[in-house]
């Protein structure tokens, strides 16, 4: 049992909003989720070739006393790229304007440790072990601003609790996924997408459902064609959220075992397991409110 939020605001005025306004829907999860939680938030995206990578250092030895600035210093010096960077305890977002596979490569290489959250122009992503409370206190989520945003609230059922594991999972650039429930076939996907060259960090079954989506929207699908291929291949129950630079998308398997509820007015669109986490939101006695159908698609424009 996990418990999964998301919001999009449809009025510019509202970005600045975002985080305060999602706070308590993460914490209002924390009974379906204690273990760990995460969100990727999505931005204005970088000009021109600009890329950031979020970081997280909390499975190096030095913790939130990880040497940030000497890593950027490092860049400068072995690859000749100018960084900037962005500290939040244990978690950084570090911004270059140069191939994210370069920077990749010599982070693996210096830092194996330091572990790779996402990648994109809009996309920041944060996720650590511990209650949604403690961890939205940490990395200071009430401050957060942008179009929309993809949280989780997690309670570990097939794999450990450690902060890799938790959600949000991405794939490539700007792509994240959130996931309730279980599937049956997550292995039966790693040995489909493997010899395509597509990595596993973990072994968890939602990281499966992320890279299979995102390869698909590789491969050219759009979106709404990579979600009904999902429904053909992934075997199992799911509610998925999903978050791209300009979309929020929801889908539920055909049995919908796992709760989703939709609160949509003028000014945004919010989605959580349960009503609860919606309660708080403005204006949401007037809100159109919905529990999404099974094995149908639900995308909204940011």
């Known amino acids: ?52 990578l979020s970081l997280y250092s909390g499975m190096t030895e030095a913790g939130a006393d990880f040497d940030w600035h000497g890593l950027t210093h490092g860049m400068k010096e072995h690859l000749g790229v100018p960084s900037k960077i962005d500290i939040k305890h244990n978690h950084a977002v570090l911004t270059f304007e140069v191939s994210p596979d370069i920077v990749k490569k010599w982070l693996h290489e210096h830092y194996p440790l330091l572990h790779i959250l996402s990648t994109g122009q809009t996309i920041d992503l944060y996720k650590d072990i511990g209650t949604p409370s403690m961890v939205a206190s940490r990395y200071d989520f009430a401050s957060l601003t942008g179009s929309h945003l993809v949280g989780h609230t997690r309670m570990a059922t097939e794999s450990a609790v450690t902060p890799d594991r938790a959600h949000p999972f ?88 796992k709760p989703a509820v939709v609160a949509e007015t003028d000014d945004y669109v919010a989605i959580a397991s349960e009503f609860r986490s919606l309660a708080h939101l403005p204006d949401v006695k007037n809100a159109k409110v919905f529990e999404p159908a099974p094995e149908e698609m639900y995308v909204w424009n940011a």
């Open 1 to 52: 049992m996990c418990g999964i939020v998301g919001l999009l605001v449809k009025k510019p005025a509202l970005r600045e909003q975002l985080g305060k306004l999602m706070v308590p829907m993460l914490i209002g999860m924390t009974d379906r989720g204690p273990d760990s939680a995460g969100l990727a938030v999505f931005a204005d995206p970088l000009k021109g070739t600009a890329r950031k």
């Open 170 to 257: 991405t794939a490539g650039e700007d792509f994240c996924l959130v996931h309730n429930g279980s599937l049956s076939n997550p292995y039966g996907l790693r040995r489909k997408l493997e010899p395509h060259g597509i990595h596993f960090d973990t072994d968890n079954d939602t990281e499966a459902a992320c890279r299979f989506l995102e390869w698909r929207l590789r491969e050219g699908d759009d979106l709404e064609a990579a979600l009904h291929a999902g429904f053909e291949e992934l075997d199992g129950f799911f509610t998925f959220l999903m978050g791209t630079p300009d979309k929020l998308a929801l889908i539920r398997d055909p049995f919908a075992c």
